[in-house]
């Protein structure tokens, strides 16, 4: 059975302490009242980290939690103690709750940034720069895997080190995939300049978790000529309701029925907190359109 739930990305919700953040209990009541079941965690520290008080929130909007995301600077050697905080807190939470999954995101670097969305333009790490930065993907992974019995997934995310389909799937190719899955994100890899369905089809096998995002290609078309930056990207609308886009959504749901995928999409429709549009109403909409073509 494919469940749908949603993210505190899709109210504006990137950093915990971000002050234009809504509530986490407004979020919370939100998505329940949109129509979903499920909730992933957010960035470690928006939720409340003591169980009892998440759990009981949880159950009073009768949500399931799915997962969280690490999205910590994978690619800077320096950040390593961060990196690591926020995935033991994060695993600890999932935990708690009996949520299945972790996924690990590298954050934005100044030296991809300006080439989001243009693969042929981007810095690519040295040898050397690249085997430390797999190295730390595998350590947080194999934590997630074999310490806390979590699903790990990679999730590519435009403007970091992992972006663009032939870094994806390198990494894949070096990595055990007993500790280390996909979480797919359409819009993450129509940004990036590659057709999301086909790279479905090559690697449903290991796709375990999916982010359902879609892109406006005129805010796209235009974001990439300007070289803007991803945050401003999100505020000028790149991630649109789905079914708005580029992204072929019947054609995402024919290929997880076709590999008899099980579990949770979520939708994650990044945003400006202090945006023009409605959170709750994106959310509703776009609820209303998963199920019009049979989620």
Not at 6 to 26: K, T
Not at 29 to 57: K, N, S, T, W
Not at 144 to 173: K, N, Q
Request: hydrophobic content about 40%.
């Amino acid at each position: 059975m494919i469940r749908v739930g949603n993210a505190p990305c899709s109210w504006g919700v990137e950093f915990a302490d971000d002050p234009r953040n809504p509530s986490w209990r407004q979020v919370l009541a939100d998505c329940a009242e949109a129509g979903y079941r499920g909730i992933e965690l957010g960035p470690v520290g928006f939720m409340p980290e003591d169980p009892p008080v998440l759990a009981e929130a949880l159950a009073g909007h009768d949500l399931t939690l799915i997962g969280g995301v690490v999205f910590r600077p994978f690619h800077d050697p320096d950040a390593w103690d961060d990196v690591m905080d926020g995935a033991v807190r994060t695993c600890r939470a999932l935990k708690a709750h009996g949520a299945e999954h972790l996924v690990l995101i590298d954050s934005i670097s100044p030296r991809r940034a300006p080439t989001a969305g243009r693969a042929t333009e981007a810095e690519q790490m040295d040898g050397a720069e690249w085997d430390a930065y797999r190295g730390r993907i595998e350590t947080v992974a194999r934590m997630g895997a074999e310490e806390y019995g979590l699903t790990v997934g990679i999730h590519a995310h435009a403007a970091g080190f992992m972006d663009f389909e032939p870094e994806l799937e390198r990494l894949l190719d070096e990595v055990d995939e007993r500790i280390l899955k996909i979480c797919f994100d359409t819009g993450h890899h129509s940004y990036a300049g590659f057709d999301p369905v086909a790279f479905m089809r090559r690697h449903m096998p290991r796709i375990s978790y999916m982010h359902f995002k879609d892109v406006d290609p005129a805010v796209k078309a235009d974001v990439i000529a300007r070289r803007t930056g991803f945050y401003d990207a999100c505020g000028q609308g790149i991630f649109c309701n789905l079914g708005d886009g580029d992204v072929d959504f019947p054609a995402v749901r024919q290929t997880l029925l076709d590999h008899g995928f099980e579990g949770w999409c979520t939708v994650e429709q990044d945003c400006d907190p202090a945006g023009d549009t409605s959170p709750v109403d994106d959310a509703r909409t776009n609820r209303r359109y998963l199920e019009s073509i049979g989620f």
